[in-house]
Structure formats: C-alpha cells, structure tokens
C-alpha cells in the first residue's frame, strides 16, 4: 500500500535534502548564535528560542560540503528529538512536499558513501534528486 507523507525541503549548496514535516518544530530566520567551547566542530553553537537553550548543528560541515561562501547566514530547520530541539544549519528554506511512499528509491552506489549512511532514502523530482535525511544518524556525533 503506498502512503503520502509530508517533507520539509532545503538546499545546502547544490543538493536538496527533507525531512519528514513531522519532526520539524519550525522554521527560524538566523540567529544569534554562542559558541560552546570543547563541542564537536559540528556544533556552530547555542541559539536562544523563546528563554530554551538549543544547540545548532551546522549541517554542512556534517555533510562534509564546503563552507558557505556567499556571506548570507543560515537558515535554521528546528527538530524535534527525544532530547529536546535541535536547530539545524542550512542554506535555503524550500517548499513542504508530498512524497507518495512508491516514489522513494534506496540511494544509488554513486551518493558518496559517507553521505549514503545519513540518507533514508532518495525522491526524484523535476529533474533533481531529493536525499531524504536520517535524523538519528545525522544526531550521532564523534568527540571533538
């Protein structure tokens, strides 16, 4: 049986990644951020969301993709996680889809495999490819 759900998009460099609408808390313009000393370089800092502390975690330098370049601040995709909410990094804001289940393909050998294992799957659409996210494979952090 084949079943719609819901994504929230958003571009890091070339490529457009999702998640699924449900663990997306909501969507903040950027944010001042503080810097936590000794944290993996993963973590760009601490964002204040209405008096909660929530750690930013820079979704480039996860992805292993370059820096930004072009001066512009990230947007930031909160989520919901079992320890509270985490703001994601990213680039641009897309649209919200409707991904029918008979639509997702598992990534294909030619996603770099590092990528590949934080992917759950793949969409095609309009001509591009959308990577769908593994939110808890994306959580996982080594020590700086």
Do not use: C, H
């Amino acid at each position: 049986m084949n079943t719609a759900r819901q994504y929230s998009t958003f571009r890091l460099a070339e490529n457009w990644y999702a998640v699924d609408v449900l663990q997306v808390q909501e969507i903040i313009r950027p944010q001042e951020m503080t810097r936590v000393p000794l944290a993996s370089p993963v973590v760009s800092g601490l964002i204040n969301l209405r008096g909660q502390l929530v750690t930013a975690l820079d979704l480039r330098r996860r992805l292993d993709l370059a820096p930004r370049t072009d001066g512009r601040e990230p947007m930031n995709v909160v989520i919901r996680t079992a320890e509270g909410p985490v703001s994601l990094l990213v680039d641009e804001i897309g649209d919200v889809l409707e991904i029918d289940s008979k639509d997702l393909e598992v990534p294909p050998e030619t996603v770099e495999p590092g990528l590949r294992a934080l992917l759950t799957s793949v969409a095609r659409l309009d001509g591009r490819l959308l990577l769908l996210l593994d939110l808890e494979a994306v959580m996982e952090l080594s020590p700086a």
